[in-house]
Nanobody, 114 residues
Framework: QVQLVESGGGLVQAGGSLRLSCTASGSVFSGNTMGWYRRPPGKQRELVGVISSGGSTVYADSVKGRFTISRDNAKNTVYLQMNSLKPEDTGVYYC????????WGQGTQVTVSS
């Protein structure tokens, strides 16, 4: 089982930027697909985007062109760069990974004020 720890959340004004990090330990990181998800207030958790072991990315339509996922295998870390943030991006952001893609971090809160 892998341990995932997110960081970088906070309060930002609409139009601003944040970069989230997710550091993994306990398994081989470089060969695993990693994903970012979020849970908006009062809603179910939803996919933000994923990055494959080879660096290919897929994004939800709602964040395309604004968010970028990258990874640094040497640091066992995946990043979520969020630009042009909107109030509807508010939520708890989670990373997901592990050899079976069933390990989750504890989440980090992102709040975008209007």
């Amino acid at each position: 089982q892998v341990q995932l720890v997110e960081s970088g959340g906070g309060l930002v004004q609409a139009g601003g930027s944040l970069r989230l990090s997710c550091t993994a330990s306990g398994s081989v990181f470089s060969g695993n697909t990693m994903g970012w998800y979020r849970r908006p207030p009062g809603k179910q958790r939803e996919l933000v985007g994923v990055i494959s072991s080879g660096g290919s990315t897929v994004y939800a339509d709602s964040v395309k062109g604004r968010f970028t996922i990258s990874r640094d295998n040497a640091k066992n870390t995946v990043y979520l760069q969020m630009n042009s943030l909107k109030p509807e991006d508010t939520g708890v952001y989670y990373c997901r990974g592990g050899s079976l893609y069933n390990d989750w971090g504890q989440g980090t809160q992102v709040t975008v004020s209007s």
